[in-house]
């Protein structure tokens, strides 16, 4: 444990119970001692029912076996209930140790039990010369929050945004401008309200078309592909300025939404273009790589298809001309050797399960991928229209996805104006932004992620019910008890009784560094989202039934630092989501 690492009381309430254990059955040491919380008492363990059949005793006799073995740590009374559950409360000196020992460090108690884990983790990866849609954001969203959070438990989090900036489109879209001069595009030759990546995206979509319908220019196209790959300079010197606009348009979509990503995580399909050579080389060496039909493929030997042969991996295609699938073996192969990962994340739609199969199948094959190194798709599903339907425009096109942090914002700006017409407008601009920002993540991150949500702008900036407008709103009541009360120094009497509104916020505050591990093995931030609003509600149960700032002392200073505990805890958690926590609202 660090020195500022705080054991929550589920911990030592879990080592009493393996203690119990050992003392009274040696043969069952190191058995699960099954604690949660529980509605009857502070905590309950199921130990003795989970084994009473190896004890070869009844689980009640068990339990009372383990309860007579008790010694008196952090644990005040164990009581023995039903077919063999041990009900067990916290003294509460201890509890008010407990929010005490949380207060006193920057870090509200959480260890770092992620450090010296080199996690790589590829996220957002938008196509060059193409607008970022509504299939974008999850990946960016989820990818961030759990940057964040293994960042802060520790880990050395390297992230990765591997554009897709290679390929024939590229031949194709370049050709197109060369034999259009007229073609505007660039940023300074543009409306303003028309960003450069939008007019590619449309300058694409006219090569596409003129390539479909004229043989010769798709040969020139082709030519043009070739004449990139080979490195000619004014064909790498023009897909470079179309990849820099690009940049541009993306940074503005990130410091909108606020992740983390910068150009330094940048790293395109193109990056890894020198290394397919020796990927597949190494891969037909070690005998992995086979011929099949004029093509190089890797047969696997994990999955079959419909018809009962196993699934095949493109590394080469007939024409020499390598796909995504070469990419991705030489980018997963890169970041074990030369990045030196121990752990590799993809977020990525759950659509791609089987390609991720696959290729950390062949990486595994290849000895690239040890025992020693998890990999792991991290699978998202779809977002859906408000009707429950794949998102579209009324048109039936993708969804921008600055027209929908638009749509949010505004909406979040009608509904927080209504709330409180007095705010002048720069700050109702700041608010509306945090709102509808923060509005769109924590719908997206409160869904189990490999769930499908609908988009719902109404009900994401709505002030009540699980939404990240009442999590804020709830950081903003308490700043305004604790100003009201003057920000003061606070310090615990741990002789004053507990009532139960507090002894519940109190046990809920002190699970934080539980819940961000969980987030940490299952990389699911909604649960960092249950716990928050979990919080929020408990605080204002509290908050009800307690008086807090004409209390009188000690119980005031006791009640004004759990309010400050809360609104820490609340910060920082919106924080590791993405999210900010606004003074005022």
């Known amino acids: 444990m660090n020195h500022h690492e705080v054991l929550p009381l589920l911990g030592q309430v879990a080592n009493a ?9 040696p043969e069952l040491a190191g058995s699960d001692p099954v604690v949660r ?41 164990v009581e ?51 607008e970022m849609h509504v299939g974008h954001l999850r990946t960016t969203i989820i990818g961030d929050s759990l940057a964040r959070v293994l960042g802060f438990l520790g880990a050395e989090v390297i992230r990765q945004n591997h554009l897709g900036d290679w390929g024939t489109q590229f031949g194709m879209l370049i050709q197109y401008l060369n034999e259009h001069p007229e073609a505007t595009w660039r940023r300074d030759e543009l409306s303003d309200d028309t960003s450069a990546v939008s007019a590619l995206d449309e300058l694409y979509k006219a090569a596409r078309k003129e390539f479909d319908a004229d043989p010769a220019f798709a040969d020139r196209s082709r030519s043009r592909v070739v004449a990139l790959q080979s490195g ?8 470079k300025e179309i990849v820099a606009e690009s ?41 992995i790589a086979v011929d099949s039909e004029d093509a190089l493929v890797i047969f696997s030997e994990e999955v079959t298809g419909p018809d009962g042969d196993p699934v095949p991996l493109m590394v080469r295609k007939r024409d ?4 995504y699938d070469t990419t991705d073996l030489a980018t997963i192969r890169y970041r074990i050797h030369d990045l030196k990962a121990n752990r590799l ?4 739609d759950s659509r791609q399960a089987l390609h991720f199969r696959l290729i950390f199948e062949a990486a595994r094959r290849a000895g690239w991928l040890t025992d020693a190194i ?21 048109a039936g096109g993708t969804v921008r996805l600055m027209d929908l942090l638009d749509d949010a914002v505004a909406r979040a700006r009608a509904v927080v104006a209504e709330k409180n017409p007095d705010l002048d407008p720069a700050a109702l601009d700041q608010i509306a932004e945090q709102a509808g920002i923060g509005a769109v993540k924590y719908a997206d991150l409160s869904t189990s992620r490999v769930k499908d949500y609908a988009f719902d702008v109404n009900r994401m900036v709505s002030f009540t019910g699980n939404t990240g407008v009442y999590l804020q709103y709830a950081h903003t009541r308490i700043r305004s008890i604790l100003r009201k009360a003057g920000d003061p120094e606070v310090t615990i009497d741990p002789t004053i009784p507990l009532e139960p509104a507090e002894r519940a916020l109190a046990l809920e505050l002190d699970a934080y560094s539980t819940t961000l591990v969980e987030v940490s093995d299952a990389l699911e931030p909604h649960r960092l989202c249950g716990y928050l609003y979990g919080l929020a509600r408990d605080f204002t149960t509290f908050y009800e039934a307690c008086h807090v700032l004409n209390a009188d002392e000690p119980i005031r200073g006791n009640r004004l630092a759990l309010c400050q505990l809360t609104a820490r805890t609340l910060k920082h958690g919106l924080g590791l989501l993405g999210i900010a926590a606004p003074e005022r609202m």
């Open 37 to 77: 919380r529980s509605e009857h008492s502070d905590f309950q363990s199921n130990a003795a029912l989970a084994l009473a059949k190896r004890a070869g005793v009844k689980p009640r006799d068990l339990a009372a076996e383990l309860a007579a073995t008790f010694d008196d740590g952090p644990i005040g009374s």
């Open 232 to 239: 000619d300079p004014a064909t790498l010197a023009r897909w």
């Open 374 to 394: 998890d990999a792991e798709h991290v699978a998202y599903g779809t977002v859906l229209g408000p009707d429950g339907r794949p998102f579209k425009t009324r």
């Open 320 to 323: 020499g001309g390598y796909g």
């Open 345 to 348: 994340l993809y977020v990525t």
């Open 247 to 287: 940049e541009k348009a993306f940074r503005d979509i990130y410091d909108r939404l606020g992740v983390l990503l910068t150009p330094e995580d940048s790293v395109g399909e193109s990056f890894y273009n020198p290394m397919l050579g020796d990927t597949i080389t190494e891969l037909v060496n070690a005998g």
């Open 80 to 130: 023995l209930s039903g077919p063999g559950f041990l009900n067990i409360t916290v003294p509460d000196k201890a509890v008010w140790g407990q929010v005490s020992a949380r207060m006193a460090g920057p870090r509200l108690g959480v260890g770092t039990p992620e450090e010296g884990r080199r996690t790589v983790i590829d996220y957002s990866a938008p196509n060059i010369a193409k």
């Open 17 to 25: 119970v393996s203690g119990a254990i050992n003392r009274a059955r």
